[in-house]
């Protein structure tokens, strides 16, 4: 069996600012911080000793990780470990990247996300070069804020033209935005309509709770991250007993990372194995 998995333990503290996150500059203590490196290692642990199924993870932490030593080594592992066939985060690319060095990079993805209010473009882009010429894949992002317009404009000129920048909408702002303002998102991420919406989704197929799972710190699964219930837990002996095909219970979804395993979208053809990493197949090519 191959499982992909959303991982989210109780890391919930960033050293960027942004105005609309409500993590930001949040801190934690030293013992919340061990919690957190304890629950990772857990789970790391658990995905060694289930050597008969083959996983994918993607880390969503509510904060930045990779300034934690402890999910860098947990990359390194993970990438390492042979029923491991993607290990990727979501990460303000704000850490150093020598340790990638240590990962087996065909299995290594990063999420990178651009906050223009909170660090230079240039520090920003230095850094995806970097992964660049170190031949990790990633792809690059930034949040779809009309002020920003400019540096993302430039943003795109200067990353070379097979890395993939995707724009996140604002869907609250969107009634607001001018047709000038959704047609340079569009330009700038030919995929950035499909981010737009809220795709009805109750009573629909997804591979969410089925091949696709979320998990927490305490290793409570869950369909996915928005889906409060759990269905089992994955250090409990009948894990693999809980997964099967469920409709969802939502009215609507709306973000990346729960409407691309919706099955009716049928998004696994535009993003194919790198789904995780919103890295669609046309870059590949």
Known sequence: MHLSI?????????N?????CPFAKKQQSAIELAKDKQELTKFINWIEQNQQHDFSI????????LIHDWYQQALIRLTNLPNVKKAAIQTNLSCKLDWVEDCDKNKLALWATFHPEW???????????????????????VVGFPQFKSEIATLRQELPDDV????NAVKKELPNMSKADLEFFEAIDPLFPLNTH?????????????????????GN??????????????????????????????????????????????LDKVFGERILERIPVRNEE
């Open 6 to 14: 959303l991982y989210r333990g109780s890391l919930i503290s960033c």
């Open 16 to 20: 960027y600012g942004c105005q609309y």
């Open 58 to 65: 993607l880390f969503t932490p509510w904060g930045e990780a």
């Open 119 to 141: 660090v230079k473009r240039d520090r920003y882009l230095s850094q995806c070069l970097e992964l660049y010429r170190r031949q990790v894949s990633f792809s690059a992002g």
């Open 164 to 167: 993939y920048l995707w724009i």
């Open 198 to 218: 809220h795709y009805p989704s109750r009573d629909r197929s997804c591979k969410a709770g089925k091949s696709v799972i979320s998990v927490d710190g305490d």
């Open 221 to 266: 699964m869950r369909r996915c991250h928005f889906i409060k219930q759990p269905i089992g837990n994955i250090y409990h002996s009948n894990w693999e007993s809980v997964l099967g095909d469920r409709l969802c219970t939502n009215e609507t979804c709306h973000c990346h990372i729960g409407y691309v395993h919706l099955d009716y979208l049928e």
